[in-house]
């Protein structure tokens, strides 16, 4: 996984981990919109003054159901300028499917950073009873269990939403989704924000004006990511990056900023096209 250019995916989170819908729960959360928006990315800024400028796109495409499950297809492409000609073109690419009770998870992952290689994770995870049960196809062959009470993206964004809905402001959950070298729990914190009602439009984008969302309320979001690892060993408390933004309660995300510590850098969405669904028999 990219250090430069990272996001939770199946997001995640949006990808990850914030850029799509959760799964499960929804009879009490009500249907989650199969949707493809692209994001265009720019510089806020560098605290580090590493970095000069910054652009970039993701693509994000959402589909499935409560009963065949959802599927996240997700593309970033970015360029980062250090400056002296010092220019890093990365191009993630993931898909990962899972059931909408969150039992299920599979996911593929191919990275590029500049000419070099691809690297690729591609694997599976199946919950079963108290723990998990990982298998690896790549970068290597490898089985191992994970905590069963850690969540894959799309549950981790269904209980972000039912957590806004019961008023929380605060969620703590572990995150598996795959990413790095697919051995990587990441430690999450969610801060949720006071309901944007459906009337307060804020700043435009093609989210606000489909028909689809008029009347969604939504919340402003930022989850942080810590190492799992690192906090166990070190009790390192500094996030390895953090993302904000604005979730519909279908799940729609807008106005993202991807904070990597040495610099930020925000989403603003380009296009949104909601698409049909087909209903459970």
């Known amino acids: 996984m990219l250090h430069l250019f990272r996001t939770s995916l199946g997001v995640t989170a949006l990808a990850a981990a914030a850029l799509g819908p959760g799964g499960g729960a929804l009879a009490a ?7 493809q928006a692209l994001y265009d990315l720019s510089l806020v800024k560098s605290r580090s003054n590493s970095i000069n ?3 970039g ?4 495409n959402f589909t499935g159901s409560s009963c065949e499950g959802y599927t996240s297809e997700f ?3 970015s360029e980062l300028d250090s400056g002296e000609g ?3 073109l990365s191009d993630l690419r993931s898909n990962s499917w899972e059931d909408a009770g969150g039992k299920s998870y599979r996911f593929k992952i191919e990275t590029r950073m500049n000419e070099a290689d691809a690297g690729w994770v591609d694997g599976s995870a199946e919950r079963d009873g108290d723990h998990i049960n990982v298998k690896l196809k790549l970068p290597a062959p490898k089985s191992f269990t994970l905590d069963g009470k850690i ?3 799309t549950e ?3 209980r972000i939403i039912a957590a806004a809905k019961d008023g929380k402001s605060l969620l703590e959950l572990s995150v598996y989704d795959g990413s790095d070298d697919g051995q990587k729990v990441y430690n999450t914190l969610t801060v949720i924000g006071q309901p944007i009602p459906a009337e307060r439009e804020g700043s435009p984008d093609p989210s606000t004006s489909d028909e689809h969302m008029k009347s969604l309320k939504r919340w402003p979001v930022t989850v942080s990511y810590f190492d799992r690892e690192a906090q ?3 009790g390192e408390q500094t996030p390895v990056y953090a993302m904000a933004f604005e979730l519909y309660e279908n799940g729609v995300s807008r106005q993202l900023v991807l904070d990597y510590n040495d610099f930020v850098i925000s989403g603003a969405m380009g296009k949104f096209d909601a698409k049909d669904s087909k209903p459970c028999n």
């Open 86 to 88: 010092k220019v890093t």
């Open 151 to 153: 969540v894959f993206p």
């Open 156 to 158: 981790q964004i269904q």
């Open 232 to 234: 166990q060993k070190e």
């Open 57 to 60: 796109r993701i693509l994000y």
């Open 75 to 77: 593309r970033q492409v």
């Open 53 to 55: 400028s910054a652009r």
């Open 29 to 35: 959360n009500g249907p989650f919109l199969a949707h």
